[in-house]
């Protein structure tokens, strides 16, 4: 063969590669480039960027979420992640920080330990700690810290006895969803203001020597037995208690600890059946789902608010003369729509409530306000009150500092009702108010601004307002025809 041909041979051959083709230049040699592909799209080449890149590209991030989110994309970029944040941690506490909020995403809490530059930072006063793995709690040097909470973490009694000691100056002290603590002590803390327990499973017993705390707040959500010692705690003016074994004498032995009382909170105890609440000093009483409460013997000459949630009316005794707002709602017993009720067992119960209503004192501009389902009835100046006989009833006795448009505001805000009238007024002004702020609203509104990505403000949710007369309108309900029996001569505003 010739050398013109054989060169001319080799680049058919140098083409054919070049063009895509299988048929190998060199005879041996054979190239796969779909195995080429493969390998080059399997290398990680994000885990492959040095530390001071990855550590830029965290801290352009302007969202801390966001941080945390990067861990997902390998064990390198978490590892880098964690000790970027604990030199993000370092050097605010290095600058002389003085509120600290660490929480860390739900995928996170296993492996994020708390530094331990944290518990030797002097100028913090106020630290929540969310989520985070902590150490043994040694050699603490928290001197000025004054409000502490701990959530969603696991911990001991040793390191409560240790941050106990190494914050003298505490004054709000708050342990939320923590595991592993079976006794909570608390002394020698003479500012100490305020404590905290919520939903802390595998605590047994608790014992406060805290002469001056004013709020204690305890929360239990399983049915287990417990110590509890508030004996020393005579300042106390705010008590919640949420546990559902808390039974009539347990109650009565805390309440007559704390003479100077002035809020109640009983939410969901559920073993309590006949109880009295005598407290010269009470301001403030919720009683909410109690489901076996048969009677609160209520003696409070000063109370001013008064709140109930539940199916019943334990609170007969109770003498609302004094009170300047209250609420009243009535959950059905049963399952099912809420309907009215006409059966003449259920009218001695709304007479009885609906006396308790007339007792207020409405001569102070007290308004009332008036809910079922979807639909609500303001008493602008209540004078004769009548209550459906409805399942769900809900009651709001409004303090009279708040104004009718005020008012407007927060139950279309709220509730979001389709219907709405008012009663015990000939010159309502309810109907104006409403078309007011409908003419008035922006076409691009700033009255939206809080609510959250795509939600409007009830002005600029509602379509059309419409007024109809209750005897020959168009809606056809049992709240209308109670309504329409009640006062013919109302006027119905129906929301779209």
């Not at 032995?253 to 009382?261: D, E, T």
């Amino acid at each position: 063969m010739s050398r013109s041909g054989s060169k001319k041979k080799r680049k058919r051959e140098d083409l054919n590669i070049l063009s895509g083709s299988t048929r190998p230049r060199r005879k041996g040699i054979e190239i796969d480039t779909e195995n080429m592909e493969q390998r080059a799209d399997s290398v990680d080449y994000i885990s492959q960027l040095p530390d001071h890149i990855i550590h830029q590209i965290i801290g352009r991030l302007r969202c801390n979420k966001d941080t945390a989110r990067t861990c997902i994309l390998s064990k390198r970029w978490r590892d880098i992640w964690t000790s970027f944040s604990s030199l993000w941690i370092d050097l605010a506490i290095r600058n002389n920080i003085k509120e600290l909020d660490l929480a860390m995403p739900l995928d996170l809490r296993k492996g994020y330990s708390l530094p331990q530059c944290v518990f030797a930072a002097r100028t913090i006063t106020a630290l929540s700690v969310n989520g985070c793995k902590l150490g043994p709690c040694n050699d603490l040097n928290l001197s000025n810290l004054q409000k502490l909470c701990l959530g969603k973490l696991r911990v001991n009694e040793q390191m409560i006895e240790n941050l106990i000691r190494a914050c003298p100056l505490l004054e709000d002290f708050r342990l939320i969803y923590a595991t592993g603590l079976k006794v909570f002590k608390v002394s020698n803390l003479p500012k100490l203001k305020r404590i905290d327990l919520h939903t802390c499973s595998e605590l047994k017993e608790v014992n406060l020597q805290a002469p001056n705390l004013e709020t204690f707040w305890y929360v239990v959500v399983k049915y287990r037995s417990y110590k509890i010692d508030l004996s020393t705690c005579n300042a106390l003016k705010s008590l919640t208690l949420e546990d559902a074994t808390l039974k009539d004498e347990s109650f009565q032995n805390h309440l007559s600890c704390f003479p100077a009382l002035e809020k109640l909170v009983l939410s969901k105890c559920n073993f309590l059946k006949n109880i009295t609440i005598s407290s010269y000093m009470l301001k403030t009483l919720i009683l909410r789902e109690c489901k076996q409460l048969e009677e609160a013997d209520i003696i409070s000459p000063n109370l001013l608010s008064f709140e109930y949630k539940g199916e019943k009316m334990p609170f007969t005794s109770l003498n609302p003369s004094s009170l300047k707002e209250a609420k009243l709602y009535f959950k059905p017993s049963g399952q099912g729509e809420p309907r009215l009720s006409n059966e003449d067992n259920h009218t001695p119960w709304f007479a009885r409530l609906q006396g308790f209503l007339d007792k207020f004192d409405y001569s102070r501009g007290l308004k009332l306000v008036v809910r079922s389902d979807k639909n609500i009835v303001i008493y602008e100046r209540p004078k004769g009150i009548f209550l459906p006989q409805v399942y769900d009833l809900k009651l709001d006795v409004v303090k009279s500092s708040v104004n009718l448009e005020d008012l407007l505001d927060y139950i279309l805000r709220t509730w979001r009702p389709l219907t709405l009238s008012s009663l015990s007024t000939s010159r309502s002004r309810l109907r104006k108010l409403v078309c007011k702020k409908l003419i008035t609203r922006e076409k691009d509104p700033s009255c939206c601004t809080y609510n959250a990505s795509g939600n409007k403000c009830w002005r600029h949710l509602l379509d059309n307002v419409e007024t109809e007369n209750l005897v020959n309108g168009k809606s056809k309900s049992e709240w209308i025809a109670w309504l329409s029996h009640l006062n013919p001569s109302s006027k119905l505003i129906v929301l779209d």
